[in-house]
């Protein structure tokens, strides 16, 4: 009876994992073709390219197209050796880790961009160029990238300076990560992400009462010192739709990461709540795309990237250039 009841739990398992890995590939698709279209319509269209907000969604439209490309396949390997109880697991759950934080540190970005744009627009249009807002991208990809990886870096630090008793790599690194590295996540991650949401909401608070403000103003009487430009006011309202989007996918993961104690509560595959949060997490990344296209231009230039890149990839008819 034992055996039996063990066989039924292990066909429960087995078929959890394969619709799981078969969510995660469908979003890898998404992910990587919508964020890729994205990145198409920003370099094809000049007129995009030079507008430092569009710049910042390219920003982080090419670090959720990494997210697809490099760390789901990396969950996916990861989520499989856990199955098998490999120490090696964790090393393939850092890229998630830190393209999130790259992610996070883009919309900070973006909310900053916007605070600027609104409260200062005369002189949001002098200071913010193209190359100013490139540049300000690469700093923030820079530092979300090694505050994502400083638990880890910390770790293999550790692992390098610090005497273990155990003799292969990955089970000293394990170590070394509950001792030092799942500290500075909890403490750094966790608190930085709680802070950064913080200052995003309260800083589009803000945002929404002046441009409330404005619009009073502007019905009133025609002609102010500052005027706010319309397309800011739409950028804001995209940019606010896509952190709102990433706080409602983030919020169950950042639940868990703060009531675990410790780093061995990981998710396994008979855990349906918890790969749900997994796949929440990295669903933001496909939705982003789609909260772009809301906008009437953008999603103009979609369908005008869609039809170069399908005549790129169309295959001739038969009977034609048949020289041979």
Avoid at 23 to 30: D, I, K, N, S, T
Avoid at 171 to 192: C, K, P, T
Avoid at 252 to 261: A, D, L, M, R
Wanted: hydrophobic content about 50%; overall charge positive.
């Amino acid at each position: 009876m034992e055996a039996l009841i063990k066989n039924e739990e292990s066909y429960k398992s087995d078929e959890i994992f394969i619709t799981f890995i078969t969510c995660l590939l469908l979003l890898m698709f998404l992910i990587t073709f919508g964020n890729l279209l994205v990145l198409f319509t920003v370099y094809r269209n000049s007129s995009l390219a030079k507008k430092p907000i569009y710049i910042f969604t390219a920003s982080l439209a090419l670090v959720d197209f990494t997210t697809g490309l490099i760390g789901i396949p990396s969950l996916v390997i990861g989520k499989m050796k856990l199955l098998e109880q490999n120490s090696c697991s964790a090393f393939y759950f850092v890229p998630v880790v830190v393209l999130v934080t790259m992610s996070l540190s883009n919309l900070l970005l973006m909310t900053a961009d916007r605070l600027f744009a609104i409260r200062f627009p005369l002189r949001y249009m002098v200071w913010m160029t193209a190359g100013r807002a490139v540049k300000l991208c690469c700093i923030v990809n820079v530092v979300g990238f090694v505050v994502g990886s400083a638990s880890n870096m910390v770790s293999f630090c550790a692992v390098v300076l610090l005497d273990s008793n155990y003799t292969s790599m990955c089970d000293r690194y394990l170590e070394m990560y509950r001792i030092h590295g799942f500290l500075i996540f909890a403490y750094l991650n966790v608190n930085m992400t709680i802070l950064s949401v913080v200052v995003m909401l309260f800083c589009y608070s803000y945002i929404f009462v002046r441009a409330r403000r404005h619009m009073k103003e502007r019905a009133s009487r025609t002609g102010t010192d500052k005027q706010i430009n319309t397309f800011d006011l739409k950028a804001t309202k995209t940019t606010v739709t896509i952190v709102i989007t990433f706080i409602i996918c983030l919020l169950p993961k950042g639940i868990q990461e703060y009531i675990n104690e410790s780093p061995d509560q990981a998710c396994f595959m008979n855990n349906w709540p918890c790969l749900i949060v997994d796949l929440l997490i990295l669903s933001n990344s496909m939705l982003n795309p789609f909260i772009y296209s809301r906008n009437k231009t953008v999603r103009k230039l979609y369908k005008q990237s869609l039809t170069v890149i399908i005549s790129k990839f169309k295959i001739n008819k038969p009977g034609i250039n048949q020289a041979q």
